[in-house]
Protein backbone atom coordinates (compact mmCIF):
# COMPACT_ATOMS: atom_id res chain seq x y z
CA UNK A 1 0.00 0.00 0.00
CA UNK A 2 1.35 3.47 -0.49
CA UNK A 3 2.57 5.65 2.14
CA UNK A 4 3.63 2.59 4.35
CA UNK A 5 6.94 1.52 5.14
CA UNK A 6 8.67 -1.59 4.71
CA UNK A 7 11.20 -2.97 7.17
CA UNK A 8 13.39 -6.13 6.91
CA UNK A 9 11.31 -6.25 3.50
CA UNK A 10 8.19 -7.40 5.39
CA UNK A 11 5.71 -5.30 6.79
CA UNK A 12 2.86 -6.90 8.74
CA UNK A 13 -0.36 -6.42 8.38
CA UNK A 14 -1.27 -4.93 11.55
CA UNK A 15 1.28 -2.52 11.52
CA UNK A 16 0.02 -1.78 8.30
CA UNK A 17 -3.80 -1.08 9.37
CA UNK A 18 -2.22 0.74 12.61
CA UNK A 19 -0.97 3.57 10.81
CA UNK A 20 -2.89 6.52 9.65
CA UNK A 21 -3.02 7.18 5.96
CA UNK A 22 -1.54 10.03 5.19
CA UNK A 23 -4.22 12.95 3.97
CA UNK A 24 -4.89 13.86 0.22
CA UNK A 25 -3.16 17.03 -0.32
CA UNK A 26 -5.37 20.47 -0.60
CA UNK A 27 -5.41 22.25 -3.28
CA UNK A 28 -7.49 25.79 -4.42
CA UNK A 29 -9.13 27.67 -1.56
CA UNK A 30 -9.00 25.27 0.92
CA UNK A 31 -5.12 25.05 0.39
CA UNK A 32 -4.92 28.68 1.06
CA UNK A 33 -7.18 28.47 4.01
CA UNK A 34 -4.94 25.68 5.34
CA UNK A 35 -2.13 28.41 4.76
CA UNK A 36 -3.40 31.26 6.38
CA UNK A 37 -4.24 28.78 9.61
CA UNK A 38 -0.79 27.43 10.18
CA UNK A 39 0.09 30.98 9.85
CA UNK A 40 -1.78 32.57 12.53
CA UNK A 41 0.00 32.39 15.59
CA UNK A 42 -2.27 32.19 19.02
CA UNK A 43 -1.85 35.67 20.02
CA UNK A 44 -2.94 37.09 16.46
CA UNK A 45 -6.35 34.79 17.26
CA UNK A 46 -7.01 36.28 20.66
CA UNK A 47 -6.66 39.88 18.74
CA UNK A 48 -9.40 39.02 16.38
CA UNK A 49 -11.63 37.36 18.76
CA UNK A 50 -11.23 40.77 20.46
CA UNK A 51 -12.41 42.88 17.37
CA UNK A 52 -15.23 40.55 16.50
CA UNK A 53 -16.18 40.90 20.50
CA UNK A 54 -16.14 44.88 19.96
CA UNK A 55 -17.85 45.22 16.64
CA UNK A 56 -20.86 42.74 18.50
CA UNK A 57 -21.00 45.33 20.97
CA UNK A 58 -20.82 48.15 18.68
CA UNK A 59 -23.75 46.62 16.81
CA UNK A 60 -25.74 46.01 19.83
CA UNK A 61 -25.17 49.97 21.51
CA UNK A 62 -26.32 50.66 17.19
CA UNK A 63 -29.34 48.65 17.55
CA UNK A 64 -30.22 50.03 21.67
CA UNK A 65 -30.12 53.48 19.99
CA UNK A 66 -31.94 52.72 17.12
CA UNK A 67 -34.93 51.23 19.40
CA UNK A 68 -34.31 54.01 21.59
CA UNK A 69 -35.01 56.60 18.65
CA UNK A 70 -38.27 54.16 17.57
CA UNK A 71 -39.42 54.61 20.92
CA UNK A 72 -38.66 58.29 21.03
CA UNK A 73 -40.01 58.89 17.96
CA UNK A 74 -43.40 56.57 18.71
CA UNK A 75 -43.66 58.35 21.80
CA UNK A 76 -44.11 61.55 19.96
CA UNK A 77 -46.15 60.45 16.84
CA UNK A 78 -48.42 59.41 20.26
CA UNK A 79 -48.29 62.47 21.84
CA UNK A 80 -48.98 64.73 18.41
CA UNK A 81 -52.20 61.77 18.07
CA UNK A 82 -53.05 62.47 21.31
CA UNK A 83 -52.95 66.26 20.55
CA UNK A 84 -54.94 66.86 17.83
CA UNK A 85 -57.62 64.85 19.08
CA UNK A 86 -57.84 66.94 21.68
CA UNK A 87 -57.86 69.72 19.86
CA UNK A 88 -60.39 67.99 17.39
CA UNK A 89 -62.37 67.47 20.58
CA UNK A 90 -62.00 71.14 21.32
CA UNK A 91 -63.20 72.64 17.66
CA UNK A 92 -65.97 69.64 18.03
CA UNK A 93 -67.47 71.07 21.25
CA UNK A 94 -66.78 74.65 20.49
CA UNK A 95 -68.67 73.81 16.72
CA UNK A 96 -71.48 71.91 19.01
CA UNK A 97 -71.61 75.19 21.44
CA UNK A 98 -71.68 77.66 18.52
CA UNK A 99 -74.56 75.40 16.85
CA UNK A 100 -76.61 75.75 19.94
CA UNK A 101 -76.14 79.53 20.43
CA UNK A 102 -77.31 79.61 16.96
CA UNK A 103 -80.19 77.58 17.70
CA UNK A 104 -80.93 79.51 20.59
CA UNK A 105 -80.80 82.83 18.86
CA UNK A 106 -82.95 81.56 16.30
CA UNK A 107 -85.74 80.38 18.20
CA UNK A 108 -85.66 83.78 20.28
CA UNK A 109 -85.83 85.64 17.01
CA UNK A 110 -88.89 83.68 16.13
CA UNK A 111 -90.87 84.94 18.80
CA UNK A 112 -93.10 87.33 17.82
CA UNK A 113 -93.57 88.97 21.59
CA UNK A 114 -97.22 90.03 22.01
CA UNK A 115 -100.21 88.17 20.06
CA UNK A 116 -100.99 91.48 18.59
CA UNK A 117 -99.72 94.27 16.86
CA UNK A 118 -101.63 97.92 17.65
CA UNK A 119 -101.60 101.04 16.02
CA UNK A 120 -103.30 104.42 16.25
CA UNK A 121 -103.69 107.74 15.21
CA UNK A 122 -106.16 111.20 15.80
CA UNK A 123 -107.72 112.73 12.62
CA UNK A 124 -109.14 116.61 13.51
CA UNK A 125 -112.14 117.90 12.28
CA UNK A 126 -111.92 120.45 9.47
CA UNK A 127 -112.09 123.98 10.86
CA UNK A 128 -113.70 126.56 9.43
CA UNK A 129 -117.22 128.28 9.94
CA UNK A 130 -120.49 125.78 10.77
CA UNK A 131 -123.36 126.05 8.59
CA UNK A 132 -126.59 127.46 10.83
CA UNK A 133 -129.11 124.37 11.21
CA UNK A 134 -132.51 124.01 8.91
CA UNK A 135 -135.83 125.07 10.49
CA UNK A 136 -137.74 122.19 9.80
CA UNK A 137 -141.93 121.56 10.39
CA UNK A 138 -141.60 117.84 10.94
CA UNK A 139 -142.53 116.98 14.49
CA UNK A 140 -139.40 114.90 14.67
CA UNK A 141 -136.71 114.98 11.89
CA UNK A 142 -132.63 113.54 12.32
CA UNK A 143 -130.21 113.75 10.00
CA UNK A 144 -127.04 110.85 9.69
CA UNK A 145 -124.16 110.11 8.02
CA UNK A 146 -124.98 106.64 6.31
CA UNK A 147 -121.51 104.93 6.69
CA UNK A 148 -121.06 106.04 10.65
CA UNK A 149 -124.26 106.81 12.14
CA UNK A 150 -123.34 110.38 13.65
CA UNK A 151 -126.15 112.30 13.80
CA UNK A 152 -125.76 115.95 12.32
CA UNK A 153 -129.00 117.35 13.13
CA UNK A 154 -132.17 115.94 14.96
CA UNK A 155 -135.11 117.24 16.51
CA UNK A 156 -137.36 114.87 18.79
CA UNK A 157 -135.22 112.19 17.65
CA UNK A 158 -136.82 109.77 20.35
CA UNK A 159 -140.33 111.01 20.42
CA UNK A 160 -142.73 108.22 19.92
CA UNK A 161 -144.97 108.25 16.72
CA UNK A 162 -146.51 106.22 14.44
CA UNK A 163 -144.90 105.64 11.39
CA UNK A 164 -147.28 104.76 8.91
CA UNK A 165 -145.76 102.66 5.57
CA UNK A 166 -142.08 103.46 6.68
CA UNK A 167 -142.69 100.21 9.42
CA UNK A 168 -142.59 98.21 5.51
CA UNK A 169 -138.42 98.91 5.83
CA UNK A 170 -138.58 96.70 8.60
CA UNK A 171 -140.73 94.19 7.24
CA UNK A 172 -138.44 93.69 3.93
CA UNK A 173 -134.99 92.92 6.29
CA UNK A 174 -136.96 90.60 8.31
CA UNK A 175 -138.48 88.38 4.80
CA UNK A 176 -135.02 88.98 3.68
CA UNK A 177 -133.31 87.62 6.13
CA UNK A 178 -135.98 83.97 6.34
CA UNK A 179 -137.00 84.16 3.04
CA UNK A 180 -134.94 83.46 -0.50
CA UNK A 181 -136.10 85.79 -3.30
CA UNK A 182 -137.18 82.37 -5.75
CA UNK A 183 -140.07 80.95 -3.28
CA UNK A 184 -143.38 81.28 -4.25
CA UNK A 185 -146.08 82.44 -1.75
CA UNK A 186 -149.27 81.85 -1.76
CA UNK A 187 -152.14 84.65 -1.33
CA UNK A 188 -154.47 84.04 1.27
CA UNK A 189 -157.75 85.68 1.91
CA UNK A 190 -156.36 87.46 4.50
CA UNK A 191 -154.02 89.16 2.45
CA UNK A 192 -156.32 89.69 -0.42
CA UNK A 193 -158.79 91.46 1.83
CA UNK A 194 -156.21 93.71 3.88
CA UNK A 195 -157.13 97.12 1.67
CA UNK A 196 -155.31 99.91 1.84
CA UNK A 197 -152.60 100.48 -1.19
CA UNK A 198 -152.60 97.25 -2.73
CA UNK A 199 -151.32 95.44 -6.04
CA UNK A 200 -155.04 93.48 -6.48
CA UNK A 201 -153.77 90.00 -4.91
CA UNK A 202 -156.27 87.58 -5.27
CA UNK A 203 -156.62 84.51 -3.10
CA UNK A 204 -155.08 81.60 -4.72
CA UNK A 205 -152.69 83.37 -6.99
CA UNK A 206 -148.92 82.09 -6.18
CA UNK A 207 -146.32 85.22 -6.69
CA UNK A 208 -143.11 84.71 -6.01
CA UNK A 209 -140.79 86.76 -2.92
CA UNK A 210 -138.75 88.86 -5.10
CA UNK A 211 -141.87 90.28 -7.15
CA UNK A 212 -143.76 91.13 -3.69
CA UNK A 213 -140.62 92.84 -2.18
CA UNK A 214 -140.57 95.03 -5.48
CA UNK A 215 -144.97 95.71 -5.18
CA UNK A 216 -144.03 96.36 -1.23
CA UNK A 217 -141.18 99.23 -1.33
CA UNK A 218 -142.07 100.75 -4.81
CA UNK A 219 -145.92 100.60 -4.71
CA UNK A 220 -146.20 100.19 -0.78
CA UNK A 221 -148.29 97.33 -1.13
CA UNK A 222 -150.25 96.68 1.74
CA UNK A 223 -151.70 92.80 0.30
CA UNK A 224 -147.69 92.25 -0.44
CA UNK A 225 -146.68 92.99 3.49
CA UNK A 226 -149.63 90.78 4.54
CA UNK A 227 -148.48 87.98 2.41
CA UNK A 228 -144.69 88.15 2.85
CA UNK A 229 -145.87 88.29 6.49
CA UNK A 230 -147.88 85.16 6.61
CA UNK A 231 -145.21 83.50 4.30
CA UNK A 232 -142.33 83.66 7.06
CA UNK A 233 -144.01 83.56 9.97
CA UNK A 234 -147.17 82.07 9.51
CA UNK A 235 -149.13 84.67 11.65
CA UNK A 236 -149.11 88.39 11.78
CA UNK A 237 -148.40 88.38 15.69
CA UNK A 238 -145.58 86.25 14.81
CA UNK A 239 -143.74 88.06 12.39
CA UNK A 240 -144.56 91.11 14.42
CA UNK A 241 -142.58 89.40 17.22
CA UNK A 242 -140.02 88.54 14.34
CA UNK A 243 -139.79 92.37 13.27
CA UNK A 244 -139.21 93.95 17.17
CA UNK A 245 -136.60 91.18 17.34
CA UNK A 246 -134.96 92.30 14.26
CA UNK A 247 -135.15 95.82 15.66
CA UNK A 248 -133.69 95.16 18.83
CA UNK A 249 -130.51 94.20 17.01
CA UNK A 250 -130.14 96.55 14.88
CA UNK A 251 -130.57 99.18 17.41
CA UNK A 252 -133.45 100.94 17.12
CA UNK A 253 -134.50 100.31 20.76
CA UNK A 254 -137.39 102.68 20.82
CA UNK A 255 -140.00 100.92 18.43
CA UNK A 256 -142.82 98.41 18.61
CA UNK A 257 -143.47 96.53 15.83
CA UNK A 258 -147.93 95.02 15.58
CA UNK A 259 -148.32 94.60 11.98
CA UNK A 260 -146.17 94.34 8.80
CA UNK A 261 -147.91 96.72 6.73
CA UNK A 262 -147.89 100.19 9.21
CA UNK A 263 -151.46 101.06 9.19
CA UNK A 264 -152.73 102.75 12.44
CA UNK A 265 -152.82 100.34 15.30
CA UNK A 266 -152.46 100.77 18.94
CA UNK A 267 -148.93 100.23 20.00
CA UNK A 268 -147.51 100.24 16.45
CA UNK A 269 -144.98 103.09 16.52
CA UNK A 270 -141.21 104.13 16.31
CA UNK A 271 -138.81 106.90 16.50
CA UNK A 272 -136.79 108.99 13.90
CA UNK A 273 -133.85 108.02 15.50
CA UNK A 274 -134.64 104.36 15.20
CA UNK A 275 -136.56 104.87 11.73
CA UNK A 276 -132.49 106.14 10.35
CA UNK A 277 -131.23 102.90 12.27
CA UNK A 278 -133.37 100.64 10.07
CA UNK A 279 -132.46 103.01 6.70
CA UNK A 280 -129.24 102.34 6.95
CA UNK A 281 -129.65 98.44 7.79
CA UNK A 282 -132.02 98.40 4.58
CA UNK A 283 -129.41 100.06 2.32
CA UNK A 284 -126.27 98.11 3.05
CA UNK A 285 -128.65 94.73 1.28
CA UNK A 286 -128.01 95.43 -2.48
CA UNK A 287 -131.13 93.94 -3.51
CA UNK A 288 -133.44 96.41 -0.96
CA UNK A 289 -130.91 99.51 -1.95
CA UNK A 290 -131.78 98.76 -5.48
CA UNK A 291 -136.09 98.50 -5.02
CA UNK A 292 -136.22 101.49 -2.89
CA UNK A 293 -134.11 103.64 -5.56
CA UNK A 294 -136.31 103.07 -8.29
CA UNK A 295 -139.22 105.33 -9.36
CA UNK A 296 -141.13 102.30 -11.46
CA UNK A 297 -140.92 98.66 -12.07
CA UNK A 298 -142.48 96.08 -13.72
CA UNK A 299 -143.12 92.64 -12.26
CA UNK A 300 -144.79 89.58 -13.92
CA UNK A 301 -148.56 88.93 -13.23
CA UNK A 302 -149.36 86.34 -10.54
CA UNK A 303 -149.72 82.99 -11.96
CA UNK A 304 -152.52 82.34 -14.21
CA UNK A 305 -152.14 85.09 -15.63
CA UNK A 306 -150.65 87.05 -18.40
CA UNK A 307 -148.64 90.34 -18.92
CA UNK A 308 -146.60 92.34 -16.11
CA UNK A 309 -147.63 94.87 -13.73
CA UNK A 310 -146.16 97.70 -13.57
CA UNK A 311 -145.52 99.73 -10.36
CA UNK A 312 -145.08 103.20 -9.64
CA UNK A 313 -143.27 105.02 -6.92
CA UNK A 314 -144.57 107.27 -4.43
CA UNK A 315 -141.39 108.87 -3.46
CA UNK A 316 -141.21 112.58 -4.38
CA UNK A 317 -137.53 112.96 -3.50
CA UNK A 318 -136.09 110.69 -5.99
CA UNK A 319 -137.82 113.32 -8.79
CA UNK A 320 -136.84 116.63 -6.63
CA UNK A 321 -133.52 115.90 -5.01
CA UNK A 322 -130.37 115.03 -7.13
CA UNK A 323 -128.60 111.75 -5.67
CA UNK A 324 -131.39 110.99 -4.00
CA UNK A 325 -131.62 107.02 -4.08
CA UNK A 326 -134.54 106.27 -1.18
CA UNK A 327 -135.75 105.14 1.23
CA UNK A 328 -139.81 104.96 1.95
CA UNK A 329 -142.63 107.18 2.14
CA UNK A 330 -145.72 106.88 4.42
CA UNK A 331 -149.14 108.66 5.25
CA UNK A 332 -151.85 107.60 7.37
CA UNK A 333 -154.37 109.92 8.87
CA UNK A 334 -152.67 109.42 12.93
CA UNK A 335 -148.84 109.20 11.41
CA UNK A 336 -149.64 112.03 9.27
CA UNK A 337 -146.68 112.78 6.53
CA UNK A 338 -143.55 110.79 6.77
CA UNK A 339 -140.35 110.38 4.68
CA UNK A 340 -136.88 108.45 5.09
CA UNK A 341 -134.52 109.46 2.47
CA UNK A 342 -130.91 109.20 1.53
CA UNK A 343 -128.77 110.93 -1.11
CA UNK A 344 -125.12 110.58 -1.96
CA UNK A 345 -123.13 113.42 -3.19
CA UNK A 346 -119.29 113.97 -3.46
CA UNK A 347 -118.66 110.45 -1.67
CA UNK A 348 -120.90 111.32 1.16
CA UNK A 349 -124.33 109.16 2.08
CA UNK A 350 -127.00 111.04 4.19
CA UNK A 351 -130.10 109.81 5.21
CA UNK A 352 -132.84 111.92 6.83
CA UNK A 353 -136.11 111.16 8.95
CA UNK A 354 -139.55 113.23 9.26
CA UNK A 355 -142.47 112.40 10.73
CA UNK A 356 -145.65 113.85 10.89
CA UNK A 357 -144.67 117.05 8.37
CA UNK A 358 -147.03 118.61 6.40
CA UNK A 359 -144.14 119.17 3.85
CA UNK A 360 -141.71 116.35 3.80
CA UNK A 361 -139.80 117.16 0.28
CA UNK A 362 -139.15 120.68 1.32
CA UNK A 363 -137.60 119.21 5.29
CA UNK A 364 -136.04 116.54 3.46
CA UNK A 365 -134.37 118.75 0.85
CA UNK A 366 -133.38 120.88 4.01
CA UNK A 367 -131.83 118.26 5.65
CA UNK A 368 -129.70 117.07 2.99
CA UNK A 369 -128.75 120.34 2.13
CA UNK A 370 -127.67 121.09 5.66
CA UNK A 371 -125.90 118.02 6.01
CA UNK A 372 -123.95 118.06 2.33
CA UNK A 373 -122.75 121.69 2.95
CA UNK A 374 -121.76 121.49 6.98
CA UNK A 375 -119.39 117.99 6.37
CA UNK A 376 -116.28 117.15 5.17
CA UNK A 377 -115.61 113.03 4.44
CA UNK A 378 -113.07 111.66 6.30
CA UNK A 379 -111.48 108.59 5.38
CA UNK A 380 -110.34 105.96 8.12
CA UNK A 381 -108.97 103.24 5.86
CA UNK A 382 -109.75 102.25 2.52
CA UNK A 383 -111.06 98.44 1.12
CA UNK A 384 -107.80 96.76 0.79
CA UNK A 385 -105.67 99.09 2.33
CA UNK A 386 -102.55 97.14 4.12
CA UNK A 387 -102.68 97.50 7.86
CA UNK A 388 -100.11 94.70 8.62
CA UNK A 389 -98.81 91.32 8.27
CA UNK A 390 -99.50 88.09 10.29
CA UNK A 391 -97.08 85.05 10.53
CA UNK A 392 -98.12 82.05 9.14
CA UNK A 393 -94.83 80.39 9.77
CA UNK A 394 -91.67 80.76 11.43
CA UNK A 395 -89.58 77.98 10.02
CA UNK A 396 -89.63 79.62 6.89
CA UNK A 397 -90.70 82.67 7.58
CA UNK A 398 -94.26 82.90 5.64
CA UNK A 399 -96.32 86.06 6.07
CA UNK A 400 -99.91 86.85 4.99
CA UNK A 401 -101.16 90.43 4.35
CA UNK A 402 -103.77 92.04 6.81
CA UNK A 403 -106.19 94.26 4.71
CA UNK A 404 -109.08 96.64 5.49
CA UNK A 405 -112.29 94.63 4.44
CA UNK A 406 -114.28 97.77 4.10
CA UNK A 407 -114.23 101.40 3.25
CA UNK A 408 -114.43 102.58 6.72
CA UNK A 409 -114.61 107.06 7.59
CA UNK A 410 -117.35 109.77 8.77
CA UNK A 411 -118.58 112.90 7.74
CA UNK A 412 -116.68 115.32 10.05
CA UNK A 413 -118.84 118.26 10.80
CA UNK A 414 -116.81 121.69 9.79
CA UNK A 415 -115.48 123.88 12.72
CA UNK A 416 -117.28 121.27 14.84
CA UNK A 417 -113.54 120.96 16.91
CA UNK A 418 -114.40 117.00 16.89
CA UNK A 419 -111.57 114.63 17.18
CA UNK A 420 -111.54 110.88 15.84
CA UNK A 421 -109.44 107.99 17.12
CA UNK A 422 -108.58 105.02 14.36
CA UNK A 423 -107.20 102.00 16.28
CA UNK A 424 -105.97 98.59 14.30
CA UNK A 425 -105.25 95.70 15.47
CA UNK A 426 -103.28 92.85 13.76
CA UNK A 427 -102.74 88.89 15.27
CA UNK A 428 -99.57 88.55 14.96
CA UNK A 429 -99.27 84.71 14.46
CA UNK A 430 -101.87 82.69 12.42
CA UNK A 431 -100.14 79.21 12.96
CA UNK A 432 -102.54 77.08 11.24
CA UNK A 433 -102.33 78.92 7.99
CA UNK A 434 -104.95 81.77 6.89
CA UNK A 435 -107.33 81.91 3.74
CA UNK A 436 -107.93 84.85 2.09
CA UNK A 437 -110.94 86.95 3.55
CA UNK A 438 -110.07 85.05 7.12
CA UNK A 439 -110.41 87.78 9.83
CA UNK A 440 -107.02 88.58 11.50
CA UNK A 441 -107.21 91.91 12.86
CA UNK A 442 -109.98 95.05 13.81
CA UNK A 443 -110.84 98.47 12.72
CA UNK A 444 -112.09 100.76 15.52
CA UNK A 445 -113.05 104.20 15.21
CA UNK A 446 -114.05 106.57 18.01
CA UNK A 447 -115.31 110.49 17.80
CA UNK A 448 -114.53 112.41 20.98
CA UNK A 449 -113.93 109.14 23.07
CA UNK A 450 -117.37 107.67 21.83
CA UNK A 451 -117.01 104.54 19.38
CA UNK A 452 -118.72 105.35 16.33
CA UNK A 453 -117.66 102.28 13.35
CA UNK A 454 -116.32 99.16 13.66
CA UNK A 455 -114.84 97.10 10.71
CA UNK A 456 -112.60 93.82 10.55
CA UNK A 457 -109.18 92.91 8.70
CA UNK A 458 -108.61 90.46 6.72
CA UNK A 459 -106.26 88.36 5.06
CA UNK A 460 -105.32 89.97 1.79
CA UNK A 461 -104.38 85.93 0.29
CA UNK A 462 -104.49 82.57 0.52
CA UNK A 463 -100.86 81.38 2.78
CA UNK A 464 -100.78 77.73 4.04
CA UNK A 465 -98.06 76.37 6.71
CA UNK A 466 -95.52 74.67 5.02
CA UNK A 467 -94.71 70.76 5.98
CA UNK A 468 -92.61 69.59 8.89
CA UNK A 469 -89.69 68.61 6.05
CA UNK A 470 -89.54 72.52 4.49
CA UNK A 471 -89.77 73.75 8.59
CA UNK A 472 -86.65 71.52 9.59
CA UNK A 473 -84.66 72.61 6.62
CA UNK A 474 -85.35 76.06 6.99
CA UNK A 475 -84.34 75.90 10.50
CA UNK A 476 -81.16 74.29 10.17
CA UNK A 477 -80.25 77.09 7.28
CA UNK A 478 -81.07 79.97 9.57
CA UNK A 479 -79.08 78.31 12.30
CA UNK A 480 -76.02 78.01 9.95
CA UNK A 481 -76.82 81.39 8.96
CA UNK A 482 -76.58 82.79 12.66
CA UNK A 483 -73.22 80.26 12.32
CA UNK A 484 -71.94 82.51 10.19
CA UNK A 485 -72.92 85.76 11.17
CA UNK A 486 -71.33 85.12 14.75
CA UNK A 487 -68.00 83.79 13.07
CA UNK A 488 -67.58 86.59 10.82
CA UNK A 489 -68.35 89.42 13.93
CA UNK A 490 -64.35 90.21 14.84
CA UNK A 491 -64.07 90.99 10.81
CA UNK A 492 -66.87 93.01 10.39
CA UNK A 493 -66.19 95.32 13.08
CA UNK A 494 -62.30 95.77 12.88
Known amino acids: MSGTTVRGGRTSEKQALSKPEPAAPLTGADARVQVVSEAVQPGATASIS ?48 LFGISCMLVIGGSSVGTAVAETQREVKAPSGLRPNPPGVLANAAILVDAESGRVLYEKNPHLQLPIASTTKIVTALVVRDRLKLNDVVTISKQAANVGEQSIGLVAGEKIKVEDLLWALL ?34 ANDSHFMNPHGLDQSGHYSTAYDLAVLGRALLKDPVLAKMVDTKRHSIPMPTGQSGDLTLYGHNEILDVYPGANGIKTGYTGKAGFCLVASATKDQKTLVSVVLNSTHRASDTTALLNYGFASTEKIVFVKAGQKLGTSRVSAFPRRYVSVVAQHDMGALAVVGSGDVYLVRTTV ?44 GAFAFLWYSLCWMGRILSAPFRIF
Not at 240 to 251: F, R, S, V, W
Not at 436 to 461: F, Y
Request: contains cysteine.
Open 50 to 97: KRSARKRSRSRARSARYAQAARARAKADRGVTWYAMRVLAVLLALTVL
Open 427 to 470: VKQAPGGAKKGTTLGTVQCWMNKNPIEHGEAVAASTSRKPGLAS
Open 218 to 251: VLSANDAAYALAQQTAGTIPAFADMMNKKAKELG
